[in-house]
């Protein structure tokens, strides 16, 4: 089959990262017999530097044209300077938008081998966990009408937060869809104690939750699922959540995996192309130095095989070549945890998965 694929390396480790998925890719493209075109646009701080705005339109026709997106990661002090609406992370919001993307699949996996890199007790993981976060992605207090006034204390800023049923439906869809692909538990996040868009989040997902019997649901305070989260992880299998509140929630929950270096996102929307990206940032402060660890862009080029090109094995070869070189006891320096193994640079890590896939 042919595939063409976007690349935003974007700033930082950015280029690093995706030229080590691209090697997988193209490993895999050679194995199962594929070809992957692809096609590099900026975006980001390179983007500023070269175009002088952060999502330039030809990176979006670019990615329009494309089967898919794969994305390194924006943003660097180099442009924290610059005013809201020209940073490199405004990128992320508008590419987002321009491909419909609402719905964030953010995999939280304990991989056994990495049980030592884990902050939790080794008994609250014995048993591992495997956590699929569901964020919305286009809406909420992100999106919302946002400003400065003059208040009851002078001058204030604030931000507001607005939730369509349809917005809540299609995330909710989503959600109880990869249940029904995973252990059927959905439990949907929100703060409908106080806020009037989580009340009519709960009141959407409870209307949805009848046309899904197999799937167990239940709903959980956002405060009470970041405690739930480091108490006992594996009691989740889906979560939904807003994009504010998935934001937070996803981050929390990657860390309890052990690195925010190995785990990886899907955003989709009601197309098959998607835009795959590790769930960190640029890393400025080890960029460049070959220690950047790739496994989430890789795990994040897996994901778009099996989600946006159907291709499950493919996928599958990628996460055991990765199992493989963990439970070898391969590790960059964000994952060393108690090992007493050398440290592998980031080409180092990408030569023993490529060694791996075969
Ligand atoms: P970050 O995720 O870039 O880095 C946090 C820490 O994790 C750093 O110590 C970094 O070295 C480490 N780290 C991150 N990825 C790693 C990897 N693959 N291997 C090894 N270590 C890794 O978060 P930050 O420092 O808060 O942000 C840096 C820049 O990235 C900022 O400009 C921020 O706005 C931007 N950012 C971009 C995205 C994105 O593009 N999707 C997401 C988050 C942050």
Redesign the pocket.
Known sequence: MQYKIALLK?D??GPE?IESAVSVLERIAAKYGHDFYFTSYPI?GCAIDTVGVPLPKETVEGCLASDSVL?G????PKW?HLPGDLR??KA?LGIRAALGLYTNLRPAKLFPALRDASPLRADLIASGFDIMIVRELTGGIYFGERGYRNGKYGEEAFDTEAYSVLEIERIGRAAFETAMKRQKRLTSVDKANVLETSRLWRKTMHQLAEAYPEVTYQDMFVDNAAMQLVRNPQQFDVIVTSNMFGDILSDEASQLTG???MLASASMGDSSRGMY??I???????AGQN????I?TILSAAMMLRYAFGLSAEAQCIEDAIDAVLAAGFR???ILGNSKTDICSGSDMTGKILNAIG
């Open positions: 974007g930082g480790i990262i980001g994305l990661a924006v943003g660097g924290d490199p992370e992320l690195s925010i270096g990206e590790p960190h940032g640029s890393a400025p402060d080890i220690k950047a660890n790739p989430a960059t320096a964000d």
